[in-house]
């Protein structure tokens, strides 16, 4: 079928257009619409071969760099280093296959959602199909408990309501209707006549004629938004793939000039060949990927504990670099628990205290305590609400290991009344036998009522009735006032009117409660029973934000994080909970989707930086929104749990999911689920996240200045024409040990504990900004020279004794950048700013690493290999003071600048 606006058609012309009657089409025209608009299936676009996936991650650059090494590993007869590559090689391809695998499954999930029959009229019979089979005109039954299985234009309605949420992100059922919307550009959540595959009937009966099916219903559109929503590359695998590129380009340069200079200086041309192959192992550091997934793999743990679920393990630092955090409102920021909070009785407002369905809380008048049972009409009120509803309220066990809690079954906004009542003391069980009912006029979306015939111990009949305000109002005649019926005035209209406007400014959405005697049970089976009522006052209710959403909103913009709200809830309701919880500041913008269908993709890009608040947006407004964010810069984290979330989450920086009430379609789209469904627990991802790639600059600037340290002493003696101060061996050897066990101990170096008061990094930014490519050549150099003056004053002081200088100069070399691995666990100061205690896994690791040195100098079968000497006591002292120069004389410099920076004058003018 054409696109087109059914929502806005009246039901003979979408009769019409759809070439169909009531009696539905025939076997033979359904089989001939079958073969031109296809199966009622969701496709998954084109698959992509397990093997081509598991191929496909050897192909980074950086896996290439590793199998070169490999290959030079191997040719050095170095088998422990090559077998160790290849390990890392398969382990890192696995984990990029086994995710990516499972990303896909998000389509698989959304097909899940389509409703496995049908119940149809075709050739005048009612029968039932399997509702891949469905074609549009069919004529569909609709019944409480169903799934929809496509897109349809009601026709008739009996009391229909339809869950919508995972759709739309409303957190109520949805009242139906059949009459047209004269909007033609009304968004999903206001077209009240149609009904959409994958939602839920939670009330009523309907009958409606299918106008699309597959992809051409609003879930097929969501399901080719997930197939074209680009996944993005992470901060963290740019950055590594433009360092190994630097870094080869670089290693190799130096290498191939170091072993020039050598040969020009009367170097043998095999041995140079093996000094500079060792540098080019050395400088290239192919543990890197290694120790990048072991520190993003125990941040994961840490996740764990904190309640957040990471599925991709570069998503952690990606969430730490987030500038902007794109959060559903419904069950995200709030409880999704519709709760009471305010009442409006006798011209009196009372606040209901309470979070979601515990049945506890106080009623307060002008913020003092009251009991509602010694006020008649609140307590009239109150008994209203409970008699006229149809939910339960229970207390069940979700897990053996759980405390029972609270749960609703039925009807939200009916859940909210039982809580209200069992918070006075007033449950269905205390009211049934004083008041037992007689008779039920169901809801109806025309009437916007609901009404329940009772009768009271005097024997007395009364209708009791709710519903919305304004059409209640109308059918009132009188109002209850201290206990009596008072004809109904202009004033008192005007009260209620007003009271009404001040509790919807509130974001709440207000029931009107009402009653009548009834002199004979017969009538209220006449045409219209529900008048000449007698008002009784005004309950309004909200789902309330959840009580941790504000400290973690508040964290977020110390850590100069945007906090947006992206809902399909009503503008009112979002912008009053946005402006509670403190997202929406003095002049934030808050606009809905029918003003967002205006604009377009370059207006919005230029305007959504104002803005912090989407109301009554689709699954395209997300995506474009999240889009134009990324176009500004930002790094985009997307919240969210329904099905309408996830295209936008796939395409976000980094998707996130809620554990307990998201769908699993936006499971398997996102990177990261919280398993408490906590926007708290966001800012203790972000938190984790900053602190690792944290510690991946701090193992970067360690691994480089080491390196960089190994590759000058071999330049500078060349240069110099001085025999090698190292030996290919050796030189490995620094590479295995002093790369290894410290590199790892910062991964898992506790985070600085100003890190949330920083705002995030700058996405351009590369791995070496702020200085730390500076510290890594002025600390390599210095660990170069320091090396290599040791090895020049040994060896002029006896040459004939070559193997003690390399000896200390490969001693110096080794606890020069153990001494440094203590300098790099500051991002900005140094040695001396943090407790050195708080890593003992470092203290561990430098031991480690300083034992084995000792053993390859001790141990006399270990010499000959390493081409080692004993040291005595005083070569243990110039090594140990050459070794300490570069860290403490950088440190007694920032020292010395800080004490300037304190003493120098300012001038005031």
Known sequence: MQKTNWHSLGVPECLQLTETTVNGISWKEAEQRRLRFGENRLSEGEHVSLLSLFLNQFRDFMVLVLMAATLISGLLGEYTDAVTIIAIIVVNGILGFLQEVRAERSLASLKQLAAPTAHIVRDGKKVTIPAAELVPGDIVHLESGDRVPADIRLIRCQSLEIEESSLTGESLPVPKTTEPIEDPHAGIGDRRNMAYMGTMITRGKGIGVVVATGMDTEMGLIADLIQTAEDTETPLQRRLEQLGKILVYVALAITAVVVVTGIMHGHGIYEMFLAGVSLAVAAIPEGLPAIVTIALALGVQRMIKRKAIVRKLPSVETLGCASVICSDKTGTLTQNMMTVQQLWVNGQFYDITGNGFEPDGEFQLAGKKVDPRKRDDLRRLLEIAVLCNNAELTREKAGSKQEPRWVVYGDPTEGALLVLGAKAGITPESLAEVEPRLDELPFDSNRKMMSVLTRNQAGEAQLLVKGAPDVLLERCSHMLIDGKPVSMSSSLRKAVAQANESMAAGALRNLGIAYRPVRNPA???????????????????????????????????????????????????????????????????????????????????????????????SPEHKLRIVKALQQNGHVVAMTGDGVNDAPAIKAADIGIAMGRTGTDVAKEASALILSDDNFATIVAAIEEG????????????????????????????????????????????????????????????????????????????????????????????????????VFWLMYSTDPNNLVKAQTMAFSTL????????????????????????????????????????????????????????????????????????????????????????????????
Not at 606 to 611: A, F, H, L, P
Not at 712 to 731: D, K, T, Y
Request: charged share 20%; glycine share 8%; hydrophobic share 50%.
């Open 814 to 909: 080794v606890m020069a950048q153990l001494i440094q691995v203590f300098d790099c666990r500051s991002v900005e100061g140094g040695i001396f700013s943090r407790n050195i205690f708080e890593n003992p896994w470092l203290i561990l690791a430098v031991l480690t690493s300083a034992l084995l040195l000792g053993g390859v100098i001790y141990i006399e079968p270990m010499q000959p290999i390493f081409k080692t000497v004993p040291l005595n006591l005083w070569d243990w002292i110039v090594v140990l003071t050459a070794a300490a120069v570069p860290t403490f004389s950088l440190a007694a410099r920032r020292t010395a600048n800080r004490m300037v920076r304190r003493t120098r004058p300012s001038f005031h003018r």
């Open 690 to 789: 900053r602190g690792i790639y944290d510690n991946i600059r701090k193992f970067v600037r360690y691994l480089l200045a080491s390196n960089v340290g190994e590759i000058l002493v071999m330049f500078f003696a060349m240069l110099a024409g001085l025999p090698l101060p190292l030996l290919p061996i050796q030189i490995l050897w620094v590479n295995l040990v002093t790369d290894g066990l410290p590199a790892i101990a910062l991964g898992v170096d506790p985070a600085e504990k100003n890190i949330m008061q920083k705002r995030p990094r700058n996405l351009k930014d590369s791995i070496f900004a702020n200085g730390v490519g500076l510290k890594i050549m002025t600390r390599g150099m210095l660990i170069g020279l320091s090396t290599l003056a």
């Open 523 to 617: 009538e209220i089976k006449t045409a219209d029973p529900e008048k000449g009522l007698v008002f009784i006052g005004l309950l309004g209710m909200i789902d309330p934000p959840r009580p941790e959403v504000y400290q973690a909103i508040s964290k977020c913009k110390k850590a100069g994080i945007k906090t947006v709200m992206i809902t399909g809830d009503h503008q009112v309701t979002a912008e009053a909970i946005a402006r509670q919880i403190g997202i929406l500041p003095p002049g934030g913008m808050v606009i809905n989707g029918a003003q967002l269908n205006t604009m377009s993709d370059k207006e919005l890009q230029e305007r959504v930086g104002d803005i912090y608040v989407y109301a009554r947006v």
